[in-house]
């Protein structure tokens, strides 16, 4: 609980699943940018392409701003 986790599926139909650590409530959600330059995440978009992500996944904002918030 309250760590960064981000995830890139490589396959077609690909389903992930995880576990909180309580019930899931959507005014509890919260997360950073995917593509931060601060977090330095070497993603392999040459081999996956232009990712596709969620309108909330787009909207999130930089480490920076997070933690300023």
């Known amino acids: 609980a309250g ?3 981000g ?10 699943v995880y576990k ?3 019930y899931y409530d959507p005014a509890d959600e ?3 940018l ?3 330059q601060t977090l330095d995440v ?5 081999r996956t392409g232009q ?3 969620s309108a ?14």
């Open 42 to 46: 070497a993603w392999p978009l040459a």
């Open 3 to 5: 760590m960064a986790h």
């Open 56 to 69: 909330k996944d787009l909207g999130l904002p930089t480490l920076d701003r997070y933690v300023r918030r």
């Open 7 to 16: 995830f890139l599926s490589l396959e077609e139909g690909t389903e992930v």
């Open 51 to 53: 990712p596709v992500l």
């Open 30 to 32: 919260t997360g950073i």
């Open 20 to 22: 909180c650590a309580t």
């Open 34 to 36: 995917w593509s931060d």
